[in-house]
C-alpha cells in the first residue's frame, strides 16, 4: 500500500500540499488560529484554548500574541514560559520545538517546507519538509525568518532581521542575512 501524503510528510520524504487530508488540517488550524487571533488581549495571557488544543505540546505559562499563524499546529512544540511576539508566523510541515524561555520578537518567521526545485513538480505542490529545533533560554530578535533543518542551541541569540541557514551553536551571538557571528 502506498503511504498517503501526511504519511510520506511526517518521514521527510517528498509529498504533494495539495493533498485533501492535509488540506483539512490546515483549515482546522486556520480555525483555532482564527480563534485565538479574536480573543481579547487580556484573555491571550496565557495559552489560549484554541491553541492548547491545536499544538503538538506545550508547557506553563506560554504567550502567544496575536496575529499568529501556524500551518498544521500539531507539528509546534513549546517549553515552559515561552513567548511569540506578534506577527509570529510557524510553517510546521515538520516539527518545530522551541524550548523553555526561548523569546521571539516581532515577525519571527519559522519554515520547515522546501518546495521542489522542478517547475512541474512546484506546481502540482509537491515538496519536503525538516525539523526546526530552537533551544531553551533564545531569543530572536524581530523578523528574524529560521530555514528549514536548522537548529539553535541554549541561550543563543540571533540580531533582527537575521536569516538563519544553518546552525548555531549554544551561546552564540549572531545576525546577518545570512546570519553569522558576531
Known amino acids: 500500500m502506498m503511504p498517503s501524503e501526511l504519511e510520506k510528510m511526517r518521514a521527510g520524504d517528498w509529498y504533494t500540499c ?31 484554548t484554541p491553541l492548547a488544543r ?27 514560559d515561552v513567548f511569540l511576539n506578534v506577527g509570529c508566523v510557524i510553517l510546521d510541515s515538520a516539527p518545530v520545538h522551541i524550548g523553555s524561555g526561548t523569546l521571539c520578537g516581532p515577525g519571527v518567521q519559522i519554515y520547515c517546507a522546501t518546495h521542489h526545485t522542478n517547475i512541474s513538480k512546484r506546481r ?22 529560521v530555514l528549514p ?27 546577518g542575512n545570512p546570519a553569522r557571528p558576531l
Open 54 to 80: 491545536l499544538f503538538g505540546s506545550h508547557g506553563r505559562n506560554c504567550l502567544v500574541e496575536a496575529p499568529f499563524h501556524c500551518s498544521y499546529g500539531f507539528n509546534t512544540h513549546l517549553g515552559d
Open 124 to 145: 502540482a505542490g509537491v515538496e519536503n519538509a525538516r525539523s526546526v529545533h530552537i533551544g531553551q533560554n533564545v531569543w530572536l530578535g524581530g523578523n528574524v525568518i
Open 18 to 48: 495539495l493533498d485533501p487530508e492535509l488540506e483539512m488540517m490546515r483549515v482546522a488550524a486556520l480555525d483555532a488560529v482564527y480563534a485565538h487571533n479574536q480573543l481579547a488581549p487580556s484573555d491571550r495571557r496565557s495559552l489560549s
Open 149 to 175: 533543518g536548522v537548529s539553535i542551541g541554549d541561550g543563543a541569540i540571533v540580531g533582527a532581521g537575521s536569516v538563519v541557514t544553518r546552525d548555531i551553536a549554544a551561546g552564540a551571538k549572531v545576525a
